[in-house]
């Protein structure tokens, strides 16, 4: 059974005639002194796995909240399917599931009981919200976990009935706020899974994440913010292009030569590499593959010792380390919410 089979009641009709799912022009969001989202533009077509990539920090969950009617919009607009998010938003809310980073299930009733509870809450029939139910427990493989208290859930159960709560409605667009945080590889697998049916299905995702693995994989497009602020915007292809065609990877002998060899790439390249978190691993970016053997020589010749080196495609890596100078920070498990 596919979602589209899922004939949801309580929501509304998508509105037709707009060519956009998701249109944000300048917006902010500021707590007190501090300044969370800095003029943020998205645009997200309809049909697609739109990614925001950002560190701890750099206001993803902010900006979603704003686009869910869930804050207050500070400056800028946003429209959601061109509903315009500050002054429709019981509209928005009918065109928008939400699964957050914390999850919202109540942990002393079982799964079958929290999604009859939502339904009932989205002005769902009794009996129509016990159908729904049933539905979406086997459509997200809950169906033997149906009568057991969310007490008793892991995880990843957990992020599965929240996912499937977002979806009573049937919304046809989908906010996903680092919906793998905490998961293990396996989980992230079948959560990935999950997204991508969505999409298949008819939906649209916006998801925030901090890992790069999640964002290469997943989304058609990705916009990388950091500090509040818009910093690229691209396809995975688009973004790692930026970067340079190929990437030569170096692990020197000594992290003290690090400063010599910076130099050495910029005598030869004209531009600086990027320097890896990793102590005396550099990432130099090469307009041709073959320029790494320049690179090598030059090393070699200043008296740099390399103990590995490879030339491969960029990463995402890469591309968020030359864009910000920094990592995204995702040994960490959660994001400020503001």
């Known amino acids: 059974m596919t979602m589209t089979e899922l004939d949801r009641s309580g929501g509304g009709p998508m509105p037709a005639g707009n060519d956009l799912a998701v249109l944000a022009e300048g917006l902010v969001k500021t ?4 300044r969370a989202v800095a003029g943020i533009d998205l645009a997200v077509r309809p049909g697609e796995i739109f990614g925001v990539l950002g ?5 993803k969950t902010t900006m979603l909240r704003m686009l869910a009617t869930l804050l207050k919009i500070d400056a800028g607009r946003a429209e959601i399917f061109g509903v315009d998010v500050a002054g429709q938003p019981h509209m928005i809310r009918q065109l928008v599931g939400v699964t957050g980073q914390y999850a919202s299930v109540d942990e002393n009733l079982t799964a079958r009981e929290n999604l009859w509870l939502f339904g009932r809450l989205q002005g769902i029939t009794s009996q129509r919200a016990k ?3 049933v539905e979406l ?9 149906a009568d057991k208290p969310i007490a008793q859930f892991s995880g990843g159960m957990r992020r599965r009935l929240d996912l499937a709560a977002s979806l009573i409605t049937r919304p046809p667009l989908i906010f996903l706020d680092e919906p793998t945080t905490g998961l293990d590889p396996r989980t992230r697998g079948q959560m990935w899974e999950t997204i991508r049916a969505l999409v298949a299905d008819g939906c649209t995702v916006l998801l925030t994440t901090q890992y790069l693995d999640e964002a290469d994989q997943l989304a058609d497009r990705i916009a990388v913010i950091d500090h509040g602020r818009k910093v690229a915007e691209g396809t995975p292809d688009e973004l790692k292009t930026a970067v340079g065609d190929s990437t030569l990877q170096l692990l020197l002998a000594e992290p003290g ?4 060899a910076v130099e050495v790439v910029r005598r030869v390249l004209g531009s600086d590499p990027i320097l890896s978190p990793e102590h005396g691993r550099l990432n130099v970016a090469l307009d041709r593959a073959d320029l790494a053997a320049d690179v090598l020589i030059a090393l070699r010749t200043a008296g740099v010792s390399i103990v590995s080196v490879s030339v491969a495609k960029p990463s995402l890596d890469e591309v968020f380390l030359a864009l910000t100078g920094h990592g995204t920070g995702s040994e960490n498990d ?4 503001r």
Do not use: S
């Open 334 to 337: 959660m994001e400020d919410n």
């Open 131 to 133: 159908h729904i139910a």
């Open 137 to 145: 427990l086997a459509r997200f493989g809950l169906e033997e976990a």
């Open 257 to 260: 030569a690090v400063p010599l």
């Open 55 to 59: 560190p701890n920090g750099a206001g």
């Open 31 to 34: 707590f007190g002194e501090h």
